[in-house]
């Protein structure tokens, strides 16, 4: 194994900060006179707030692990080997820190080889092997296992994936080529793209084992014990695993040209990652698990596909989102110091609507605080207290929650016509009524009379001024934006504005609630439309004003398609609500209107009162002609890559003035809301990489957004 060594050590010199996972060995007398079994503990030294992942020097570990049990199984001293991961954690994948460091293809080739041969000496024990998921198990993490002969898993194991296409690489130690082999290409397919592709979605352990992954499941509390009794019966005969035949016809084929059509629909070909897995995925439907020469061709695919991802924009773009969402927006660039923040002990939602009554279940759920909605008529207020009554009872249904917590939460969520009575004791009152101005200043007006003087205004307001919104109060350092995205409980985003007067102890009290209520909270400052909604504005301004000059929308949607966007700009409209683009995109006309145009269509869309520009027929969407008799269109068509263009200069535009107007501290957290609040992919890693790597900062800002390597291969 001298050339694994080799490998390895070189990596393990490139990543010098690397936290090392340790491989320990400890053997066990198996249930049942079974025999001697060497337990390997996978083990980073830290609890299971700092997973275990395998970098260079991890795989060292390991690989000095596997020459004691290879020893041990050659000496006859074992009957069987195994691996298991530290309380609550198997094992969480590669370690990208690592990967994010590497400069060199053969560098990134290596990383790849390396982890493949440690993990076939699994494979190649001349005993049974067992991995044994007790915990957390990801990428890496759940490939280890693979490699085993046979796998337990416990039943509260709370995420258990493949994510790598996720983040822009390939499950590329023997994921791609195993899986397939083990449950068949279509449970192979939905865990390596369909789930990875669905914003990451983990499974459970129940899910693991009814999948095959596993071949037996056991509860958390005695899950080593019920384990090795398990491997018992298995090394003494009395369990033989049966699994299913794995189709390798039609069934094979038609896996795969399903997982094409999810990536077409999430990426439209813009990420590699998806379609090099499938691409491996399809090669190993004529593999034999136990014929080394296939599977050697699998390994090596993956090794290729994992350098040449390594050493791709997307990959890096998809590090930096990963990272932007895990370690950034735990700690919010200027938020003031936590030690200011008053405690919040009951909370006051003005309006009783929609948007106000997600608010309500949202902080109910989260503080477990009182929380008191108001608004113009009994009518009103009963319907959104009914709003969220219902909801809970839905969680309940679902098995969500306790009847218990059902009933206290339920408790907990009340309505009052009378501000005073609702809100006198109030320590946080956030408005979410009508989208203007003067009807706001009013809102705060009338609260400034009722609540206490510590008590925190926030405003739920999507584009207006909070500086302007405080300014006929007598205590304007008390409010503050708190800018929520729908739907509430989906999008993580929220947008904390500092008005001009806003206090630091106010300040501070909103990212402490924000942290209570689990959302990304980012800093801005007050200008029109804050960060997300000014982004999209400009670039469906443009979008739209495309369209008007005579481009046709068919044309236009695909244009963008390259983007991978969640959704196309017209559809993203619909779901928006058309009235409220136009509000925003006047508010923006007003600040800007060099830059924001009205557009006369829109404006035409909403008086009719249509929802878009898409309607439903024979179950497919199709242009509303309706729709379409309202708008006029001029005679200018521009190609696919003219529009492209002159929607992402616009964008490169905006945002390099809203940094030079400080927005936001940096690009990053121009990205990081992206991501968080307009769902904008991670492959682009939000907006601003994509721009770099394009060339389209430099041609419109005459520089880049991000330094060198910060999105990019290192130079």
Same mark, same amino acid.
């Given at each position: 194994?001298?050339?694994?060594?080799?490998?390895?050590?070189?990596?393990?010199?490139?990543?010098?900060?690397?936290?090392?996972?340790?491989?320990?060995?400890?053997?066990?007398?198996?249930?049942?006179?079974?025999?001697?079994?060497?337990?390997?503990?996978?083990?980073?030294?830290?609890?299971?707030?700092?997973?275990?992942?395998?970098?260079?020097?991890?795989?060292?570990?390991?690989?000095?692990?596997?020459?004691?049990?290879?020893?041990?199984?050659?000496?006859?001293?074992?009957?069987?080997?195994?691996?298991?991961?530290?309380?609550?954690?198997?094992?969480?994948?590669?370690?990208?820190?690592?990967?994010?460091?590497?400069?060199?293809?053969?560098?990134?080739?290596?990383?790849?080889?390396?982890?493949?041969?440690?993990?076939?000496?699994?494979?190649?024990?001349?005993?049974?092997?067992?991995?044994?998921?007790?915990?957390?198990?990801?990428?890496?993490?759940?490939?280890?296992?693979?490699?085993?002969?046979?796998?337990?898993?416990?039943?509260?194991?709370?995420?258990?994936?493949?994510?790598?296409?996720?983040?822009?690489?390939?499950?590329?130690?023997?994921?791609?080529?195993?899986?397939?082999?083990?449950?068949?290409?279509?449970?192979?397919?939905?865990?390596?793209?369909?789930?990875?592709?669905?914003?990451?979605?983990?499974?459970?352990?129940?899910?693991?084992?009814?999948?095959?992954?596993?071949?037996?499941?056991?509860?958390?509390?005695?899950?080593?014990?019920?384990?090795?009794?398990?491997?018992?019966?298995?090394?003494?005969?009395?369990?033989?695993?049966?699994?299913?035949?794995?189709?390798?016809?039609?069934?094979?084929?038609?896996?795969?040209?399903?997982?094409?059509?999810?990536?077409?629909?999430?990426?439209?070909?813009?990420?590699?990652?998806?379609?090099?897995?499938?691409?491996?995925?399809?090669?190993?439907?004529?593999?034999?698990?136990?014929?080394?020469?296939?599977?050697?061709?699998?390994?090596?695919?993956?090794?290729?596909?994992?350098?040449?991802?390594?050493?791709?924009?997307?990959?890096?773009?998809?590090?930096?989102?990963?990272?932007?969402?895990? !370690? /950034?927006?735990?700690? #919010? &660039?200027?938020?003031? =110091?936590?030690?200011? %923040? *008053?405690?919040?002990?009951? +909370? $006051?939602? @003005?309006?009783?609507?929609?948007?106000?009554?997600?608010?309500?279940?949202?902080?109910? !759920? /989260?503080?477990?605080? #009182? &929380?008191?909605?108001? =608004?113009?008529?009994? %009518? *009103?207020?009963?319907?959104? +207290? $009914?709003? @969220?009554?219902?909801?809970?009872?839905?969680?309940?249904?679902?098995?969500?929650?306790?009847?218990?917590?059902?009933?206290?939460?339920?408790?907990?969520?009340?309505?009052?016509?009378?501000?005073?009575?609702?809100? $006198?004791?109030?320590?946080?009152?956030?408005?979410?009524?009508?989208?203007?101005?003067?009807?706001?200043?009013?809102?705060?007006?009338?609260?400034?009379?009722?609540?206490?003087?510590?008590?925190?205004?926030?405003?739920?307001?999507?584009?207006?001024?909070?500086?302007?919104?405080?300014?006929?109060?007598?205590?304007?350092?008390?409010?503050?934006?708190?800018?929520?995205?729908?739907?509430?409980?989906?999008?993580?985003?929220?947008?904390?504005?500092?008005?001009?007067?806003?206090?630091?102890?106010?300040?501070?009290?909103?990212?402490?609630?924000?942290?209570?209520?689990?959302?990304?909270?980012?800093?801005?400052?007050?200008?029109?439309?804050?960060?997300?909604?000014?982004?999209?504005?400009?670039?469906?301004?443009?979008?739209?004003?495309?369209?008007?000059?005579?481009?046709?929308?068919?044309?236009?949607?695909?244009?963008?398609?390259?983007?991978?966007?969640?959704?196309?700009?017209?559809?993203?409209?619909?779901?928006?609500?058309?009235?409220?683009?136009?509000?925003?995109?006047?508010?923006?006309?007003?600040?800007?209107?060099?830059?924001?145009?009205?557009?006369?269509?829109?404006?035409?869309?909403?008086?009719?009162?249509?929802?878009?520009?898409?309607?439903?027929?024979?179950?497919?969407?199709?242009?509303?002609?309706?729709?379409?008799?309202?708008?006029?269109?001029?005679?200018?068509?521009?190609?696919?890559?003219?529009?492209?263009?002159?929607?992402?200069?616009?964008?490169?535009?905006?945002?390099?003035?809203?940094?030079?107007?400080?927005?936001?501290?940096?690009?990053?957290?121009?990205?990081?809301?992206?991501?968080?609040?307009?769902?904008?992919?991670?492959?682009?890693?939000?907006?601003?990489?994509?721009?770099?790597?394009?060339?389209?900062?430099?041609?419109?800002?005459?520089?880049?957004?991000?330094?060198?390597?910060?999105?990019?291969?290192?130079?």
């Amino acid at each position: 194994m001298t050339n694994t060594t080799e490998l390895l050590t070189r990596g393990a010199e490139l990543f010098p900060g690397e936290v090392v996972t340790t491989a320990h060995v400890r053997h066990l007398d198996l249930p049942l006179q079974a025999g001697r079994l060497a337990l390997i503990t996978l083990d980073n030294g830290f609890d299971h707030t700092k997973p275990t992942t395998f970098g260079p020097g991890s795989l060292l570990k390991l690989n000095e692990a596997l020459d004691q049990v290879t020893a041990e199984a050659a000496e006859g001293t074992i009957v069987g080997a195994a691996i298991t991961g530290k309380p609550f954690i198997f094992a969480v994948g590669a370690d990208l820190k690592g990967v994010e460091l590497l400069k060199e293809h053969a560098d990134a080739l290596a990383i790849g080889k390396g982890g493949h041969d440690v993990f076939q000496r699994i494979a190649t024990l001349p005993v049974p092997t067992f991995a044994f998921y007790n915990g957390a198990a990801m990428g890496g993490g759940v490939e280890v296992g693979l490699h085993c002969d046979y796998r337990t898993v416990s039943a509260g194991v709370p995420a258990f994936s493949l994510p790598e296409v996720f983040l822009g690489l390939v499950p590329g130690w023997g994921g791609c080529t195993i899986l397939p082999n083990l449950v068949g290409a279509g449970k192979a397919v939905k865990v390596i793209v369909e789930n990875s592709m669905n914003q990451n979605k983990q499974l459970k352990g129940k899910d693991v084992f009814e999948l095959g992954i596993a071949d037996a499941i056991f509860e958390p509390a005695d899950f080593l014990e019920q384990s090795l009794l398990w491997a018992a019966k298995v090394v003494k005969g009395d369990v033989v695993v049966e699994r299913e035949a794995i189709d390798r016809g039609k069934a094979w084929d038609d896996a795969v040209l399903w997982g094409r059509m999810v990536a077409d629909a999430k990426v439209h070909g813009a990420a590699p990652a998806a379609y090099r897995a499938l691409d491996i995925i399809a090669a190993a439907k004529d593999f034999d698990l136990a014929d080394k020469a296939s599977l050697q061709a699998g390994f090596d695919a993956e090794d290729a596909a994992l350098a040449d991802l390594i050493m791709s924009g997307e990959l890096r773009s998809g590090i930096y989102a990963f990272n932007l969402v895990q !370690r /950034r927006a735990k700690r #919010p &660039v200027g938020a003031p =110091d936590k030690s200011l %923040a *008053r405690p919040v002990t009951k +909370v $006051g939602v @003005v309006g009783a609507g929609l948007m106000a009554s997600q608010l309500a279940l949202l902080f109910a !759920r /989260r503080l477990e605080v #009182p &929380v008191v909605l108001t =608004d113009i008529d009994q %009518a *009103r207020v009963d319907k959104g +207290v $009914g709003y @969220v009554h219902a909801e809970i009872d839905k969680l309940l249904g679902k098995g969500r929650i306790g009847q218990d917590k059902a009933n206290r939460l339920k408790g907990l969520v009340s309505g009052s016509l009378d501000k005073a009575a609702a809100f $006198g004791d109030a320590d946080f009152v956030i408005e979410a009524v009508f989208e203007e101005m003067g009807v706001k200043q009013a809102v705060f007006a009338d609260l400034e009379n009722v609540v206490s003087p510590t008590c925190v205004l926030a405003t739920n307001t999507s584009s207006l001024s909070v500086t302007e919104m405080a300014s006929k109060l007598k205590h304007p350092e008390r409010v503050v934006g708190f800018h929520f995205f729908n739907p509430v409980a989906i999008l993580p985003l929220l947008e904390i504005v500092r008005g001009d007067s806003t206090d630091d102890a106010s300040l501070a009290t909103a990212f402490a609630v924000s942290k209570k209520l689990k959302k990304t909270s980012v800093l801005c400052k007050d200008r029109p439309a804050f960060v997300v909604n000014r982004i999209l504005t400009r670039f469906m301004g443009e979008i739209q004003g495309i369209i008007d000059e005579g481009t046709p929308i068919a044309d236009v949607e695909k244009a963008v398609e390259p983007l991978g966007l969640p959704m196309s700009p017209i559809v993203l409209l619909e779901l928006v609500g058309p009235a409220i683009a136009l509000h925003v995109s006047e508010t923006l006309h007003g600040a800007f209107p060099e830059r924001f145009t009205v557009s006369e269509n829109l404006a035409k869309v909403v008086k009719a009162g249509k929802r878009g520009f898409y309607t439903w027929t024979d179950g497919q969407q199709v242009l509303d002609p309706e729709v379409l008799e309202l708008l006029t269109f001029g005679d200018s068509v521009l190609t696919g890559e003219q529009v492209r263009a002159r929607a992402l200069e616009a964008v490169a535009q905006e945002i390099g003035l809203m940094l030079e107007e400080g927005v936001v501290a940096e690009a990053q957290d121009i990205d990081l809301c992206m991501i968080t609040g307009a769902g904008w992919p991670f492959h682009l890693g939000g907006i601003t990489p994509y721009l770099d790597r394009e060339g389209v900062s430099e041609r419109v800002n005459g520089k880049a957004f991000l330094a060198p390597g910060v999105a990019s291969v290192p130079a």
